[in-house]
């Protein structure tokens, strides 16, 4: 019988009262999971899966978004060294007089992975080898004695960030079978191999069933690896569909449980975790779970001119800067005119994605099932989804929206004919500025020279009083950037400077602590577009004419008080700065640059 005061009063709603108290059964349970928990600073991220199921993109994908955090990463793929070792053999074959290697191993056709060829075998193991040997070197490299006395003596000041990081490796290959994925787990993990070195080891199997996806990854990749180039198309897929043959006949798929392992079914249609714990878990888990290959657009914008901006343009006094500042009449006039621009994009995007059903589908229904829908038609999912995301337009399109409280860029967000939902979430609200909110960067100048010499040497890590750092917005940014990602529609963020320099950071693949150089234009949409590589496409467009500014002093300029001093603030200054002229939407091209 429970003892007096431990009764619940509900057991269905609230269950038991009882504390919970310590057991060998609970101990034992745990034991594993207390294993695992425990941090280290160095990872292996083993990838595993047959050709032409995302792994490479996983890999890049991976590598992207832990860089953005802060952390030190680096893929080495396999392939890439068969290559180099398949060169060497030519060479050194050519020397002899001997048959050339593709004739004698099968490199790098479908024979060269057969698990009956003994010398292709050997070669691949070679391979495997110095890939494994150039990444623990790389894992055990330790910066000079010099550098890290430096980190350790500018972590006791309380205006510098201290942040946690990690080396993580990423092994990309095949890593086919048990006795292959053993040798990896043994030299990367024993500490009898790693000097005692704490590492751990996480296996991502991409498993794919689905034909058509398949046939799309098929064909991307023979458009675009060194292994195909000199065949025809429909060459190289045969020869990939027999090399995945062989692979076959020896694939073993992950099934024992005491690893650390993740299985990806269908790009991420379905995850399976085993023994995932620890700080990278919670982030990489569920990225895993949003990545997909969609080409939907994302749309970062500044918040529009605010009316104090508009105000005492001639005056060289700093201007107080208020949080709940309204649009003025020039933002107002771009919440406009990016309202059309929107819409202009949002009818091109849904046309392209009609003509891409019509040519995957034709006459044919595929029957898919959601939680929401129930079991329809692929097509006419996608025209169901469509028409409930129009709220109250037949537009054909939607939008995700996604903005800071800030009252200027929810208004910059507030159309009158695209009626979407706006979801205002406090983590795109701009740096904090702790004691020093409202002032800017000459001002605080004067202020506090000491603190503000700190800020110059290092605008990544130097914490405002009371505030935050940029190193601090990469934490609280991290459920947006999953956000953007897992949209399957056009997503459109309405944030400020400090914010989208670091989400910039993200979808250019700069490293996170050279985002406070990246200028971020007033009046301008940047427009990021996935390519299959797994990187993003960047082009900027500027959304109102010259003319309709009321006078050319109205050009917005970006501060920029020094080389090294970050650029932010969604206020002009009468500080030296960067000027951009405007161009029109309708005039403005698409080019872009590959980030990959």
């Known amino acids: 019988m429970a003892s007096k005061g431990t009764e619940s009063k509900n057991y269905y709603d609230d269950g038991s009262n009882q504390v919970s108290e310590v057991s060998a059964v609970t101990l034992k349970k745990l034991a594993r999971r207390r294993n695992l928990t425990g941090e280290s600073e160095l990872l292996v991220i083993v990838l595993v899966g047959l050709p032409g199921r995302g792994k490479s993109f996983i890999g890049r994908k991976l590598q992207s978004l832990i860089t953005w955090r802060g ?3 680096k893929v080495f793929n396999v392939g890439r060294y068969r290559r180099h070792v398949q060169r060497e053999l030519e060479a050194e074959e050519e020397l002899q007089g001997v048959d050339a290697i593709r004739q004698s191993v099968g490199a790098c056709d479908a024979n060269f992975f057969d698990s009956k060829n003994p010398k292709a075998q050997e070669m691949r193991q070679k391979s495997a080898s110095l890939a494994m040997k150039d990444m623990l070197e790389w894992l055990d490299y330790e910066p000079p004695i010099e550098e890290r006395i430096a980190d350790v003596t500018m972590a006791h000041i309380a205006a510098k960030a201290s942040i946690v990081t990690s080396r993580i490796a990423i092994f990309d290959a095949t890593n086919s079978t048990r006795e292959r994925r053993k040798w990896v787990l043994e030299e990367a993990t024993n500490p009898a191999n790693r000097n005692g070195k ?28 060194p292994d195909f180039h000199g065949m025809t198309e429909e060459e190289a897929i045969l020869d990939l569909r027999k090399r995945v043959q062989k692979y076959e006949e020896a694939y073993e798929t992950i099934e024992d449980d005491t690893q650390s392992y993740i299985k990806i079914f269908n790009l991420s249609s379905k995850l399976l975790v085993n023994h995932i714990y620890g700080r990278m878990a919670k982030v990489i888990v569920p990225c895993l779970m949003s ?18 901006s508009a105000q ?32 202009k994009e949002g009818k091109i995007f849904a046309q392209k994605s009609k003509d891409a059903l019509k040519m995957a589908f034709g006459p044919q229904s595929r029957t898919t099932g959601t939680s929401i829908s129930g079991v329809v038609s692929a097509d006419q999912a996608l025209l169901m989804e469509e028409d409930s995301d129009a709220e109250d337009v037949n537009l054909g399109f939607n939008i995700h929206i996604m903005s800071s409280t800030m009252p200027r860029a929810v208004e910059t967000a507030s159309w009158h ?13 701009p740096l904090d500025k702790g004691d020093y909110s409202g002032m800017e960067l000459e001002e605080i100048r004067e202020i506090d020279p000491e603190w503000y010499a700190m800020l110059e040497k290092d605008p990544f890590l130097t914490r405002f009083p009371g505030g935050e750092c940029y190193a601090d917005l990469i934490h609280r940014l991290e459920t947006c950037i999953i956000d953007m990602e897992q949209q399957v529609n056009m ?6 400077v400090s914010v989208l320099q670091v989400l910039m950071a993200y979808f250019r693949r700069t490293p996170s602590s050279k985002c406070t150089s990246i200028e971020v234009p007033m009046n301008t949409v940047i427009k990021y577009t996935p390519v299959t590589g797994g990187g993003w496409t960047e082009s900027m467009h500027r959304v109102i004419k010259p003319e309709h500014l009321d006078s050319t002093n109205h050009e917005i300029s970006l ?4 080389n090294s001093t970050p650029i932010w603030g969604d206020h002009p200054s009468a500080s030296t ?18 980030n990959e």
């Open 71 to 73: 952390n030190e990463c």
């Open 198 to 225: 704490k590492t751990g080891c996480v296996f991502v199997e991409s498993i794919c069933d689905d034909q058509e996806l398949l046939d799309e990854n098929f064909r991307f990749k023979v458009r675009n690896s």
């Open 291 to 308: 990545w997909n290959i969609g080409s939907r657009p994302i749309y970062l914008i500044r918040a529009g001119e605010t009316v104090n």
């Open 312 to 343: 005492n343009e001639n005056s060289t006094k700093p201007r107080k800067v208020n949080r709940g500042d309204m649009l003025g009449p020039r933002g107002i006039h771009f919440r406009n005119a990016l309202e059309k621009f929107m819409e």
């Open 417 to 429: 004919k695209l009626h979407f939902k706006i979801e205002e979430l406090p983590n795109l609200n």
């Open 491 to 496: 997503t459109c963020c309405v944030s400020h």
């Open 559 to 562: 501060v920029q008080t020094s």
């Open 577 to 594: 700065s960067r000027t951009f002229a405007y161009t029109s939407f309708e005039e403005e091209g698409n080019e872009g640059f590959d």
